[in-house]
Structure formats: structure tokens, C-alpha cells
């Protein structure tokens, strides 16, 4: 399953942007949907995850109450609205599907990842 993410830019501190992740070619409806970001220099870190019925919904701490998963109802597009966005924030961001029905923030369960895209936030 060959996964696109989309929807990343340059954005004042404060500003909000929503994330896309498709998959063109096949669905992924039946798997779980996590995304993850890496900044320069640092390690690649679990954001969010969506199960396969839009339940089962995870954040890592730093992202509650900012940022939203969701997914269509054809469970074939997944969405991260990200508000309040700060700049560290700033990262690329990848969407990757799991090799199960549900989200983990254990990257070792996903085994088909998007070629990601990039978030600016500038103070």
C-alpha cells in the first residue's frame, strides 16, 4: 500500500493546518493509521493513530488537545487537523498503516509509510 501524505506548509505560530493520507492505489480501510514526525536531528516520533473504524484514537502527550485523527467514511483517507501549532512542531510528518485493525505508537507495527510532508511553524 503505497501511502501519500499531504498538506504540510509554512505557518505562523498559533495557525492551524490538516494533514492528508491517502492511498491512491489501495485501500487501507481495514488497518489502523498512525502518523509520525521527525525534526532535523532528532529521532522519528509517534504523533497520533486511528483505528480501522475511526475508534481507538491515540496522542503522544505534547499533541492532546491540539491536534485531532480522524478518517473518512470509506476509512480510506486519514486526516490530522493540527491547531494551536508551535515551532516545535516544526518536522516531517509521515502517515503509515498498520499491519492491524488498530493504532499503536510502536512504529515497528506499521509496515507501508508515505513519503511525508513537511511542517514549518515560525514563531
Known amino acids: 500500500v503505497q501511502l501519500q501524505a499531504s498538506g504540510g506548509g509554512l505557518v505562523q505560530a498559533g495557525g492551524s493546518l490538516r494533514l492528508t493520507c491517502a492511498a491512491p492505489?489501495?485501500?487501507?480501510?481495514?488497518?489502523?493509521v498512525g502518523w509520525f514526525r521527525q525534526s532535523p536531528g532528532k529521532e522519528r516520533e509517534f504523533v497520533a493513530g486511528?483505528?480501522?473504524?475511526?475508534?481507538?484514537?491515540i496522542y503522544t502527550d505534547s499533541v492532546k488537545g491540539r491536534f485531532t485523527v480522524s478518517r473518512d467514511i470509506y476509512g480510506n483517507t486519514v486526516y490530522l487537523q493540527m491547531n494551536n501549532l508551535k515551532p516545535e512542531d516544526t518536522a516531517i510528518y509521515y502517515c503509515?498503516?498498520?499491519?492491524?485493525?488498530?493504532?499503536?505508537?510502536?512504529?515497528?507495527?506499521?509496515?507501508?509509510w508515505g513519503q511525508g510532508t513537511l511542517v514549518t511553524v515560525s514563531s
Open positions: 492505489r489501495r485501500t487501507f480501510s481495514n488497518n489502523g
Open positions: 503509515a498503516s498498520s499491519r492491524s485493525a488498530f493504532s499503536s505508537s510502536d512504529d515497528a507495527t506499521y509496515n507501508y
Open positions: 486511528i483505528g480501522w473504524r475511526g475508534g481507538n484514537t
